[in-house]
């Protein structure tokens, strides 16, 4: 594990700059965990939450795995404890679910190159980001001929797509109003625009997979999808949209999540489905949601964005894609074997 870099004396610049991270939205406030107003919310029962222990049960060893992490900031897991300290502007957890998958698979070498904020052409040039004085390297640049495995989590910053959306909307109106003054924003008489958006991502994300191809043609390369972010029913105060609106924007996602699957399968790629498995663990699911809400919490999560428990679904998710099986049992913070992490820029 790396030093803690999240020490509270920092936190509020890291909440200061969090706003301009692409897909990280509302900005520095701070509350108690936030789970569904009573007789807010309807659907299905979320399903218990992970325990948490000190370790984590071993997967089989795959032997040779070289697995390189690609994506924003769904992948690298800013304010969820440990910071890594290399490319500190990428806000990059050690409990990221790369890390956990890379401890599920028992590795060889591990690089992780996740940024929050990464947008496709990240892909290809340094990314600017607000903390830290190293830019990060291109993240194609983690890849060699070499590689066997590839995840990639990107696409949600693509054209401000969720952005626009959570982080211009989720003061229009109290979650508990009517209509949906957020889709109105953006539904004209030319259409919904960001369904537009979210349809012209699938061409961006088919060149990024043709660019992880020749970069290693040999690599497993999953296409990992979004989580669940609202509710399939119904608002609550850690969404900060009407009901409407939810279900507007849970829509919206849908259409994102299914340009990212047919861009997987047009370049011979995987592509791995949250949807169903973070079904019940959205913002207003309370003790079981794998996603933050709508305020920043130190050292668990940036709004709107995956906590340690989420990332240890999707983490489990990702390997039973990989192996067809059951994923073990998983506990504590992860554990990538020892002499498996290379640190990147």
């Keep these: 594990m790396t030093t803690r870099t999240l020490a509270a004396g920092v936190v509020g610049l890291i909440v200061a700059v969090a706003v301009a991270l692409g897909f990280l939205v509302r900005g520095p406030e701070t509350g108690p965990d936030q789970g569904p107003d009573p007789g807010t919310q309807s659907g299905p029962q979320p399903s218990p939450a992970l325990d948490r222990a000190p370790t984590s049960a071993p997967a089989e060893q795959t032997v040779g795995t070289d697995y390189v992490a690609l994506g924003d900031s769904f992948g690298s897991g800013p304010l969820i404890p440990l910071s890594r300290s290399d490319a500190s502007g990428c806000f990059r957890s050690t409990n990221n679910y790369p ?30 980001v607000f903390l830290g004085d190293v830019l990060p390297a291109p993240q194609l640049e983690a890849l060699a001929a070499g590689t066997d495995l590839v995840t990639l989590s990107l696409g949600g910053n693509e054209f401000g797509l969720f952005g626009s959306i959570i982080g211009g909307c989720s003061g229009l109106a109290p979650w508990t109003a009517t209509g949906s003054p957020c889709r109105d924003n953006f539904v004209t008489a030319g259409g919904d625009s960001k369904e537009r958006d979210a349809r012209r991502i699938r061409a961006e994300i088919a060149e990024a997979v043709a660019d992880i191809r020749d970069a290693a043609p040999d690599a497993d390369v999953l296409v990992v999808g979004y989580p669940q972010l609202m509710p399939t029913d119904g608002s ?23 340009s990212l699957r047919r861009a997987a399968e047009s370049n011979d790629a995987g592509y791995v489905d949250l949807a169903v498995a973070s079904r019940g663990h959205d913002v207003c699911a309370g003790p079981d949601a794998w996603v933050n809400g709508r305020r920043d919490r130190a050292e668990r999560a940036l709004s709107f964005h995956p906590f340690q428990k989420g990332m240890v679904g999707v983490a ?30």
Excluded: F, K
């Excluded at 956990?100 to 990314?127: E, K, W």
């Excluded at 850690?238 to 299914?258: F, H, K, P, Y």
């Excluded at 990702?318 to 506990?331: H, I, W």
């Design 236 to 258: 609550c105060a850690a969404a900060g949209l009407t009901s409407e609106d939810v279900a507007w924007a849970s829509r919206i996602q849908d259409v994102l999540n299914g």
């Design 99 to 128: 890390a956990y998958l890379a401890d599920l698979l028992d590795v060889v070498t591990y690089r992780d190159a996740t940024c929050a904020g990464a947008t496709i052409r990240d892909l290809r040039q340094s990314q600017r």
């Design 316 to 345: 489990r998710v990702v390997y039973e894609a990989l192996r067809g099986a059951d994923a073990p049992v998983v506990t504590g913070d992860a554990a990538p074997p020892e002499g498996s992490v290379i640190r990147s820029r």
